[in-house]
T-cell receptor
Framework: AAGVIQSPRHLIKEKRETATLKCYPI?????VYWYQQGPGQDPQFLIS???????DKGSIPDRFSAQQFSDYHSELNMSSLELGDSALYFC??????????????FGSGTRLTVV | GEDVEQSLFLSVREGDSSVINCTYT??????LYWYKQEPGAGLQLLTY?????DMKQDQRLTVLLNKKDKHLSLRIADTQTGDSAIYFC???????????FGSGTRLLVRP
């Protein structure tokens, strides 16, 4: 079965640079969620989108922005990168027709290292 | 408030049962989950339980929920070395599908 696809798997950027992370949801899923997991930390919710509109917002810095496109893929844009942004970034997807409460599927994540 | 706590580490011998505990503070939590994360890998959903249930069994996994004490546990029967990983409990509420994760419990299975 198709899973959530994230790209790239690994990314190394310098401080103050910009990064773009991409997420391709499971086919027919219309909701996308982004989480950040720092080293040794639990995942923290950043933001979610349903039908291309932001549906919920968590602890996402103002330097970050995200959007969901007409094909339901999503991109997380991170500017003015800081060392503390080094983390695993996970994307997950679900369908609004009711399966989100059964737990949604995460991608393998993008490991961002800021040097 | 939203706060989910877990013990940090658990070590068991292969073949024994493992019990991973979790406490949460938000009584409005409607759904509770257990996720497994292997080193350098993504989050794998193991199981979930609705807040109106007190037990759910799925093969080697048993989830117990004590809503009065806001306590959730995951029991893994016949623990194998492949079960070594970090286990996160998580909660969500009807009003939002975002997950609040616990700090994770690192399970080490000794041969």
């Amino acid at each position: 079965a198709a899973g959530v696809i994230q790209s790239p798997r690994h990314l190394i950027k310098e401080k103050r640079e910009t990064a773009t992370l991409k997420c391709y949801p499971i086919p027919r899923h219309d909701t996308v969620y982004w989480y950040q997991q720092g080293p040794g930390q639990d995942p923290q919710f950043l933001i979610s989108f349903y039908e291309k509109m932001q549906s919920d917002k968590g602890s996402i810095p103002d330097r970050f922005s995200a959007q969901q496109f007409s094909d339901y893929h999503s991109e997380l844009n991170m500017s003015s990168l800081e060392l503390g942004d080094s983390a695993l970034y996970f994307c997950a997807s679900s369908s609004a027709t009711g399966d989100a409460n059964y737990g949604y599927t995460f991608g393998s994540g993008t490991r961002l290292t800021v040097v | 408030g939203e706060d989910v706590e877990q013990s940090l580490f658990l070590s068991v011998r292969e073949g024994d049962s493992s019990v991973i505990n979790c406490t949460y503070t938000d009584s409005s939590s409607t759904y509770l989950y257990w996720y497994k994360q292997e080193p350098g890998a993504g989050l794998q959903l193991l199981t979930y339980i609705f807040s109106n249930m007190d037990m759910k069994q799925d093969q080697r996994l048993t989830v117990l929920l004590n809503k009065k004490d806001k306590h959730l546990s995951l029991r893994i029967a016949d623990t194998q070395t492949g079960d070594s990983a970090i286990y996160f409990c998580a909660e969500s509420m009807d009003s939002s599908y975002k997950l609040i994760f616990g700090s994770g419990t690192r399970l080490l299975v000794r041969p």
